[in-house]
C-alpha cells in the first residue's frame, strides 16, 4: 500500500512535527496509542517507536485467534534531513500475531510546501486465513496512516 499526503509546510517543518514527542503524545491519545512513545538520536539517525492498539473487532470473527491482543509497535528509523527531503525506514513489531509490516517513508520538497509518501507491505505467514487476516489489517493500517497525516496537517497549521 501507499499513502501520499500534501503539506503547506517544508520538509524541515513535516520532520519536526513528525519527531516531535509532544505531538507523538498527542497523536497516540487520538489514535490507539499505548503507553509512551520514544524518541531517540543514535548515530545521526532519529528513532521514533510507538506502541498501538489495532480494532481486533474489526477482523473477520475467524482471524481473530491470530491477532492476540492487537498491540504493535512501530518504530521509524528517520535519517538526516538531505536537499529538502528525508526518509525513514518503517517497522512494526506485531507481537505475537503472524504478520510481517516492514515500509518506509519519504518526505519531498513540493512547489507548495511538501509530500509524506508512506509505503507499506503486510505479509501473513498463515495458511488458508492469511488473506482474511491480511486484507483487515491492511485496510485499518491505511485508515490509521491516513488519520494521522491529516492529524499532522493540522498540528502545522496550529
Do not use: N
Amino acid at each position: 500500500m501507499e499513502i501520499t499526503h500534501s503539506y503547506a509546510a517544508s520538509p524541515k517543518q513535516l520532520f519536526e512535527v513528525l519527531t516531535s514527542l509532544e505531538f507523538l503524545e498527542e497523536r497516540g491519545r487520538r489514535y490507539g496509542g499505548v503507553g509512551e512513545p520514544s524518541v531517540s538520536k543514535e548515530d545521526g539517525t532519529v528513532i521514533v517507536t510507538a506502541t498501538r492498539q489495532i480494532p481486533v473487532d474489526k477482523v473477520p470473527r475467524m482471524a481473530r485467534h491470530y491477532l492476540g491482543d492487537g498491540r504493535l509497535t512501530q518504530t521509524d528509523r528517520w535519517g538526516a534531513l538531505h536537499d529538502e527531503s528525508v526518509k525513514a525506514t518503517l517497522s512494526i513489531d506485531p507481537g505475537k500475531m503472524p504478520v510481517q509490516v516492514s515500509g518506509d517513508h519519504e518526505i519531498r520538497a513540493t512547489p507548495e510546501g511538501c509530500q509524506h509518501i508512506t509505503k507499506v507491505d503486510v505479509k501473513v505467514k498463515v495458511p488458508l486465513v492469511g488473506g482474511a487476516i491480511a486484507g483487515p489489517v491492511s485496510s485499518q493500517l491505511e485508515k490509521l496512516l491516513t488519520a494521522e497525516m491529516r492529524f499532522a496537517e493540522t498540528w502545522l497549521a496550529r
